[in-house]
């Protein structure tokens, strides 16, 4: 069993930073790879980003060079610093422990003016 708990967003005006935090529990997180998704209104859930447990990381072409993943494993926890927001990364961002059912509830990620 894995819980995971994210915090972090907010309102935040273009160009600006945010860090996501995904904060999980139980003996084994430094060997689960990990994924950061986020969800638009009408939209369907997609992925932004991976961390696998040796530190390997993969991103969306359009996070490329703004979002920067990474994990504290001594800490249970895994980021997503987000720079350069634009209005098109609004979304409810979501963690998860990658190719299981085990999902944060979710935070909210408001980029506006």
């Known amino acids: 069993q894995v819980q995971l708990v994210e915090s972090g967003g907010g309102l935040v005006q273009p160009g600006g930073s945010l860090r996501l935090s995904c904060a999980a529990s139980?003996?084994?997180?430094?060997?689960?790879?990990m994924s950061w998704y986020r969800q638009s209104p009408g939209k369907q859930r997609d992925l932004v980003a991976i961390?696998?447990?040796?530190?390997?990381?993969t991103y969306t072409d359009s996070v490329k060079g703004r979002f920067t993943i990474s994990r504290d494993n001594a800490k249970n926890t895994v980021y997503l610093q987000m720079n350069s927001l634009k209005s098109e990364d609004t979304a409810v961002y979501y963690c998860?422990?990658?190719?299981?059912?085990?999902w944060g509830q979710g935070t909210q990620v408001t980029v506006s003016s």
């Open positions: 139980g003996n084994f997180f430094r060997l689960l790879s």
């Open positions: 961390i696998t447990g040796d530190g390997t990381t």
């Open positions: 998860r422990a990658t190719n299981t059912n085990y």
